[in-house]
C-alpha cells in the first residue's frame, strides 16, 4: 500500500482551506545526532508524501528552530552530545508557554524506564531504533491526525465563538432599538419628530462623560435614558396635548407618568432596564426636595436621574411644546443657572455648562425646525 493512502486529506467545513489541512504538509523537525539516521527518515517522508521537513544534527539549533517556527511534529532522538533527549524537551517546554507540539521519540534505547521516563516528560509516542519505515509513517500519521483534529476543534471553537458574539451583538442592538422606538412611540404622543429622546439621550452621555463616569455607566445613561418618559403613554391626550395651563388635578394626573413609567420597566434585573427605571422614576425629582414623584434632594436622587433631569430640561426649554415656544440658549441656560441648587445639583450645572459646546452641535445636527438657537 502506498503510504500516502494512509491519509484522506482533513477537510473542515468552516475554516481553512483543505490545503492548509493537508496532513502532508505538516511542518515535521527532525532532531538526531547521526546524519545517516537525519537522511533515512527525511528519504522515507519524502517517499511518503511529506514535503515541509527540516531537520537538524545540532540540538542546541533544534531548540532555537523551535523558537522561531510553528511545528505540527517533532521527531527526536534521546542519546546526543551536549543536550540529550531529555533537556531538548525541557528547552522545548521552557521556550513557549503552551507546549503542545507532538513529540516522536526515535532512539536506539528500548528499556521501559526511559520510555517511561519520554512519555511522562511530554513525548506523545515511543519508538525504538532499529524501526521499520511503515511502522513510523503509520505512528507518524496518528500523531498529525491528533495534531490536526485540535486543529478543527480550535478552528470550530473560533467559528462558534465568533458566530455567539455576532449574535450577542445582535441581540444587544435590538434591544437597543426596541427601547429607542418604545421611547419614540412615548414621545410622538406629545412631539411631532420625536427627536427630543435623541438629542436628551446624548446630552446625557456628553454630561455622563464630562462627569468623569466610566464608558460602561456612561453609555448606560446614553441607552437608558429614551425611556425616561414611557410612562406618558398612560397620560390621556387631553392633559398631555392640552394647549393652556394645566389644573391642580391634571397637573397630578401628568405627574404620575414618572410611576406609570417605573410600573412598565419594573421586573427585570438588566443593568440597562435597571437604569431606565431609575431615570423614569427620578428625572423630575429636584435638588431642594420639592420634585416629584418621590420628593428626593440632593445625593438621594440618583446621579441618572439627576443628569437626565438636566438635559431633558435644557432641550424642552430649547424645543416648541404645546404650552410654549422655544427658548433661546442664552436665556434657557440662565434660567437653568438660577436655579442651580434647588431644580439641578450644581456640580452637574457645572459639568453641562463645560460640555455646552458638544450638546450644541447635538441641538443643530438633531434639531427641530422651530427649535430655537
Known sequence: MNPASLFNKAKYFGGSTESELDPYASKILIIDDDQINVDVLEE?????????????????????????????????????????GFAVIEAFKKAKKEFDTPILVL?????????????????????????????????????????????????????????VQKRTKEIRETRLEIINRLGTAAEYRDNETGLHIIRMSQYSHEIAKAAGLKSYDSELIFNASPMHDIGKIGIPDTI?????????????IMKTHTT???????????????????????????????????????????????????????DALTSVRP??????????VEVMERDTGTHFDPMLIKTFKACLPKILDIKNKYGDQSSSN
Open 44 to 84: 522515507i517522508m519524502l517517499e511518503a508524501g511529506y514535503t515541509a521537513i527540516t531537520t537538524t544534527t545540532d540540538p542546541e539549533q533544534a531548540i532555537e528552530l523551535y523558537k522561531t517556527n510553528t511545528f505540527d511534529l517533532i521527531l527526536l532522538d534521546i542519546l546526543m552530545p551536549v543536550l540529550d
Open 107 to 163: 532512539s536506539a534505547l528500548s528499556d521501559q524506564e526511559t520510555r517511561l521516563r519520554a512519555l511522562s516528560n511530554g513525548a506523545r509516542d515511543y519508538l525504538s531504533k532499529p524501526f521499520n519505515p511503515a511502522e513510523v509513517l503509520v505512528r507518524i500519521r496518528n500523531l498529525l491526525e491528533v495534531k490536526l483534529a485540535q486543529i478543527q476543534l480550535r478552528m470550530h471553537n473560533e467559528i462558534l465563538d465568533k458566530e
Open 240 to 252: 398631555l396635548l392640552k394647549a393652556g395651563k394645566l389644573t391642580e388635578d391634571e397637573w397630578e
Open 260 to 314: 406609570i413609567g417605573a410600573k412598565i420597566l419594573k421586573g427585570h434585573d438588566s443593568d440597562l432596564l435597571q437604569a431606565a427605571l431609575s431615570i423614569a422614576m427620578t428625572h423630575h425629582e429636584k435638588w431642594d426636595g420639592t420634585g416629584y414623584p418621590l420628593g428626593l434632594s440632593r445625593q438621594d436622587i440618583p446621579l441618572h436621574g439627576r443628569i437626565v433631569a438636566i438635559a431633558d430640561v435644557f
Open 323 to 332: 404650552y410654549k415656544e422655544a427658548w433661546p440658549v442664552s436665556k434657557a
